[in-house]
């Protein structure tokens, strides 16, 4: 029952994962004093102070990333993931179950991954496809960091993880819980892959 | 060694100078060092308090910040201010109400702030224009002037006041005499009226006749009389006649009995305003005699007493506020003004003559002990007004006063003839006053009144909501309306005007309604216009609608004169202005339709089509 709450849990945060900002920026320069901008990535779309970031880019030619099919991906993954765990929730703790788990948190630190991948991508594509006639040119092609500072002109701007993307790592840490005893099973079996398909099946 | 006692007292004099140079200084430095760290507001940080400064003849309110004296903003109120877009071009609304209800100029005098329980709330301010008779309302939540009316039946709006505890009218005194039924022909006296204005209609709901010249006003903290100094009991025309009798008047006015007459229909409607004549109606009425020409009247923060200024008289005139009897009748110097007063049973009285602040304590006045006197500073010079924190309030801060001098003399380095108007800050939190500072302002605060930052901070706003009618991005347009008319809808954001240019005829009436689509504070955009007498300023979200003949033929560039970003001096846009006879097909522009290259259809713009 621990382990199918385990993974109720696990699939309950990354469905709301869904419904939250998933990564956030926050970008503070001396004009704003105590208003830092903030941009949200949500499964929607960024939201935050995206008028007034607009309004700011278009001097050193960032052009705002309105088409993200990155998100698209990341939900379609999301859903999956959701599904994926449910069924690990209710997987008996058989050789075979315990493997289906494996898998299951292997693909939630792939999704992780990916999206990880997909973002620093299109962070950097932020940075460099810029418009070349931007009328402030002093400012340097620049790479946000998925977690930590970049200073763009005036502007030193944070990424962070936000809500949701907590949310998924809780959720991978409770699918890496859920495999706990596994590694006892394989060592109760020597380790063999056959006793361990062998004793599933009986 | 003759001359060794000679050298002797030689070295000690000249050791006791240098002691005396050294120490002297230090604690002359120190004490400086003292009041100058009081005043201090480092870059960054904020003032505690914001006062508000009549602009006098400059017809606007001056905003401070307290203690550090820093002059924050104005707001313009009777006169157009071009720095603020206000009221500056002939067609802008707020300009014609100047124009029809006295003139582009104000003198205005007392600021009042609105109060709930006794103490200010932060919604509104007042201030009267004495030359034209106004009363103008301040909303705080954007500090702009949101209700201007005329007084009807008044000339010389001078003293106001907010009835207390909670706001129920504004009292504004009429202190220039007119012919009781307004008939310059009438032979009978001329005579005045106290009105009653509800702060939130901005209606006058009553007036009372007071025969005289009515001066300075305040209101008993229960809300039950209006208390107005009245000189010039003698109804004379020239000075010479106006100081005859020994003796003029507090008028202290039941509010609640002449609430009630107006209610029953008893006043004489005049101009939409029931006068109500108090020598129809025993008790709405009482006239407290006090020393010939008095000024100020100040109501204690307990309530207890109103407090007449003497003037002439050396005196202050203390009033029981409930019983309307006079309590004491104590000395406190020459010329006394106005009071104001802390936290700690003391009074605070302008000199005008002696260039002082008196402090004296008012319950040993009015129990007439002969050491009610506390403390004199003087101040630079001939103070008029004086306020203390919440002075007016039923809670006084007790910290800080402020002397509103008429003239600065030797304070300030001389630049001409008309010298800066000097305001000085005086810590009343000890025994003794001590002066901490002065500040120079345009010419010329007569009475001040603070809030504390904290109550404002909840209640101002920098940004507007944009109203239904509000250009939106993305929907600008230029739509001839008419054979001579023309509507341009504009945005205006960093760094661009859409449209960035349009064309139109000589002859043409052109309406621009423009919208600063800026969500983000202090992004104020100007629209000036040359040789056309227009200037906007438009804060983040405000619209405003302007409607100007197109004049000359012409290229005009519209530029922004408020500066906003790194492109600032880029951010224009032309205004092609065709000759009468151009055959040229004026383009209509569309924000939507303009990016697929297209015209809109609208009424011909050709003038030879028309």
């Given at each position: 029952?621990?382990?199918?709450?385990?993974?109720?849990?696990a699939?309950a945060l990354?469905a709301?994962?869904?419904?939250?900002?998933l990564?956030g920026?926050a970008m503070?320069?001396?004009q704003y004093?105590?208003?830092?901008l903030?941009?949200q990535?949500?499964?929607t779309?960024?939201?935050?102070d995206?008028?007034?970031?607009?309004?700011?880019?278009?001097y050193?030619g960032?052009r705002?990333?309105?088409?993200?099919?990155?998100l698209?991906?990341?939900?379609?993954?999301?859903?999956t993931?959701?599904?994926?765990?449910l069924?690990?929730a209710?997987?008996?703790?058989?050789?075979?179950g315990?493997a289906y788990?494996?898998?299951?948190?292997a693909?939630?630190?792939?999704?992780?991954?990916?999206?990880?991948?997909a973002?620093?991508?299109?962070l950097?594509?932020v940075g460099?496809?810029?418009?070349r006639?931007?009328?402030?040119?002093?400012?340097?092609?620049f790479?946000?960091?998925?977690?930590?500072?970049?200073?763009?002109?005036?502007?030193?701007?944070?990424?962070?993880?936000?809500?949701?993307?907590?949310?998924l790592?809780t959720?991978?840490?409770?699918?890496?819980?859920?495999?706990?005893g596994?590694?006892?099973?394989?060592?109760?079996?020597?380790?063999?892959?056959?006793?361990?398909v062998r004793k599933?099946?009986a | 060694?003759?001359?060794?006692?000679?050298i002797?007292v030689?070295?000690?004099?000249?050791?006791?100078v240098?002691v005396?140079q050294?120490?002297?200084?230090?604690a002359?430095?120190?004490?400086?060092?003292?009041?100058a760290?009081k005043?201090?507001?480092?870059?960054?940080?904020?003032?505690?308090y914001?006062?508000?400064?009549s602009?006098g003849?400059?017809?606007?309110?001056?905003?401070?910040?307290i203690?550090?004296?820093?002059?924050?903003?104005?707001?313009p109120?009777?006169?157009?201010?071009?720095?603020?877009?206000?009221?500056?071009?002939?067609?802008?609304?707020?300009?014609?109400?100047?124009?029809?209800?006295?003139?582009?100029?104000?003198?205005?005098?007392?600021?009042m702030?609105?109060?709930?329980?006794?103490?200010?709330?932060?919604?509104y301010l007042?201030i009267n224009?004495l030359?034209?008779?106004?009363?103008a309302?301040v909303?705080?939540?954007y500090?702009?002037?949101?209700?201007?009316?005329?007084?009807?039946?008044?000339?010389?709006?001078?003293?106001?006041a907010?009835?207390?505890?909670?706001t129920?009218?504004i009292?504004?005194?009429?202190?220039?005499?007119?012919?009781?039924?307004?008939?310059v022909t009438?032979?009978?006296?001329?005579?005045?009226v106290?009105?009653?204005?509800d702060?939130?209609?901005?209606?006058?709901?009553?007036e009372?006749?007071?025969?005289g010249?009515?001066d300075i006003?305040?209101?008993?903290?229960?809300g039950?009389?209006?208390?107005?100094?009245?000189?010039?009991?003698?109804?004379?025309?020239?000075m010479?006649?106006?100081?005859?009798?020994?003796?003029?008047?507090?008028?202290?006015?039941d509010?609640?009995?002449?609430?009630?007459?107006?209610?029953a229909?008893k006043?004489?409607?005049?101009?939409?305003?029931?006068?109500?004549?108090?020598?129809e109606?025993a008790?709405?009425?009482?006239l407290?005699?006090v020393?010939?020409n008095?000024?100020?009247?100040n109501?204690?923060?307990?309530?207890?007493?109103?407090?007449?200024a003497g003037?002439?008289s050396?005196?202050?005139?203390?009033i029981?506020a409930?019983?309307?009897?006079?309590?004491?009748?104590?000395?406190?110097?020459l010329g006394?003004?106005?009071t104001?007063?802390?936290?700690?049973g003391?009074?605070?009285?302008?000199?005008?003559?002696?260039s002082?602040?008196v402090?004296w304590?008012?319950?040993?006045?009015?129990?007439?002990a002969?050491?009610?006197?506390v403390d004199?500073?003087?101040?630079?010079?001939?103070?008029g007004?004086l306020?203390?924190v919440?002075?007016?309030?039923?809670?006084?801060?007790?910290?800080?006063?402020?002397?509103l001098n008429?003239?600065?003399k030797?304070?300030?380095?001389?630049?001409g003839?008309?010298?800066?108007?000097?305001?000085?800050?005086?810590?009343?939190?000890?025994?003794?006053?001590?002066?901490?500072?002065?500040?120079?302002?345009?010419?010329?605060p007569h009475d001040?009144?603070?809030i504390?930052?904290?109550?404002?901070?909840?209640?101002?706003k920098?940004?507007?909501?944009?109203?239904?009618?509000?250009?939106?991005?993305?929907?600008?347009s230029?739509?001839?309306?008419?054979?001579?008319?023309?509507?341009v809808?504009?945005?205006?954001?960093?760094s661009?005007?859409t449209?960035?240019s349009?064309?139109?005829?000589?002859?043409?009436?052109?309406?621009?309604?423009?919208?600063n689509?800026?969500?983000i504070?202090?992004?104020i955009?100007?629209?000036?216009?040359?040789?056309h007498n227009?200037?906007?300023?438009l804060?983040?979200?405000?619209t405003?609608?302007i409607?100007f003949?197109a004049?000359?033929?012409?290229?005009?560039w519209?530029?922004c004169?408020?500066?906003c970003s790194a492109?600032?001096?880029?951010?224009?846009?032309?205004?092609?202005?065709q000759?009468?006879?151009?055959?040229?097909?004026?383009?209509?522009?569309?924000?939507?339709?303009?990016?697929?290259?297209?015209?809109?259809a609208?009424?011909?713009?050709?003038?030879?089509?028309?």
């Open positions: 029952m621990k382990t199918r709450a385990l993974y109720l849990t699939a990354t709301a994962a869904l419904a939250v900002p990564w920026f503070s320069a001396p004093p105590d208003e830092t903030h941009l990535i949500a499964r779309g960024i939201g935050g995206v008028h007034e970031v607009e309004t700011l880019q278009q050193i960032v705002f990333p309105t088409d993200l099919p990155e698209k991906w990341a939900t379609r993954g999301i859903a993931l959701v599904a994926l765990l069924l690990a209710f997987t008996p703790s058989t050789p075979f315990r788990r494996v898998l299951c948190a693909a939630v630190f792939l999704l992780l991954f990916a999206s990880a991948v973002m620093q991508q299109r950097y594509r460099h496809e810029r418009d006639n931007a009328p402030i040119r002093a400012v340097h092609d790479t946000p960091p998925l977690v930590g500072p970049v200073k763009v002109g005036n502007f030193t701007v944070w990424s962070f993880p936000h809500l949701g993307a907590v949310m790592l959720a991978f840490g409770l699918s890496v819980l859920g495999l706990r596994t590694r006892d099973f394989i060592q109760r079996s020597d380790g063999r892959l056959s006793d361990l599933g099946a | 060694m003759k001359r060794h006692p000679f002797l030689l070295v000690t004099v000249a050791a006791t240098a005396v050294t120490f002297g200084c230090g002359a430095r120190s004490a400086r060092s003292i009041a760290e005043v201090y507001v480092p870059p960054g940080e904020l003032d505690k914001v006062a508000f400064l602009g003849q400059s017809g606007s309110v001056f905003v401070v910040g203690p550090s004296g820093r002059l924050i903003r104005e707001i109120i009777f006169e157009p201010r071009a720095a603020y877009g206000y009221a500056v071009h002939e067609t802008d609304p707020r300009r014609k109400l100047l124009e029809d209800t006295g003139g582009l100029w104000g003198d205005t005098h007392h600021p702030l609105s109060e709930k329980n006794g103490v200010f709330d932060g919604r007042w224009d030359a034209n008779a106004r009363l309302r909303r705080l939540d500090f702009e002037a949101d209700r201007i009316i005329k007084i009807p039946n008044l000339q010389g709006a001078h003293g106001i907010v009835v207390s505890p909670d129920k009218y009292v504004v005194n009429g202190e220039f005499e007119q012919p009781t039924d307004g008939l009438n032979p009978a006296p001329y005579t005045s106290v009105a009653y204005v702060p939130e209609s901005m209606e006058v709901k009553f009372v006749r007071v025969n010249n009515i006003a305040d209101t008993s903290k229960d039950r009389y209006s208390f107005s100094t009245v000189y010039n009991l003698e109804q004379g025309k020239d010479g006649s106006m100081i005859q009798y020994d003796r003029d008047a507090v008028a202290a006015i509010i609640p009995m002449a609430e009630t007459l107006a209610a229909g006043g004489t409607v005049r101009n939409g305003v029931p006068i109500l004549d108090p020598a109606h008790g709405l009425l009482t407290i005699p020393p010939k008095p000024h100020g009247v109501v204690t923060p307990d309530g207890k007493y109103a407090i007449a003037k002439l050396p005196t202050v005139t203390i029981d409930h019983t309307l009897k006079i309590v004491a009748e104590p000395e406190v110097g006394p003004l106005h104001t007063f802390d936290d700690r003391n009074a605070f009285t302008s000199l005008f003559l002696d002082q602040v402090k304590n008012i319950a040993k006045a009015v129990g007439g002969s050491d009610y006197i004199r500073i003087n101040v630079h010079y001939n103070i007004h306020q203390a919440g002075g007016d309030t039923v809670h006084p801060m007790g910290d800080y006063l402020l002397a008429k003239l600065s030797d304070q300030y380095v001389p630049v003839p008309d010298m800066p108007e000097n305001q000085e800050l005086i810590d009343i939190s000890g025994e003794k006053m001590k002066m901490l500072a002065s500040f120079p302002t345009p010419p010329e001040a009144t603070f504390a930052a904290s109550v404002l901070k909840p209640i101002v920098q940004v507007y909501t944009p109203t239904d009618d509000a250009v939106q991005a993305g929907r600008e230029v739509v001839r309306t008419g054979p001579h008319s023309v509507a809808n504009m945005t205006l954001i960093r661009a005007y449209p960035d349009f064309e139109v005829r000589e002859g043409d009436t052109v309406t621009l309604k423009v919208t689509v800026e969500t504070r202090d992004m955009h100007g629209f000036a216009l040359p040789d227009l200037n906007i300023a804060p983040p979200g405000y405003k609608t409607t003949d004049g000359k033929p012409g290229v005009y519209y530029y004169t408020n500066f492109l600032h001096l880029e951010m224009r846009g032309r205004m092609v202005v000759p009468k006879d151009a055959t040229v097909t004026l383009t209509d522009w569309h924000a939507a339709e303009n990016v697929k290259g297209q015209v809109v609208g009424v011909p713009s050709t003038g030879d089509k028309q």
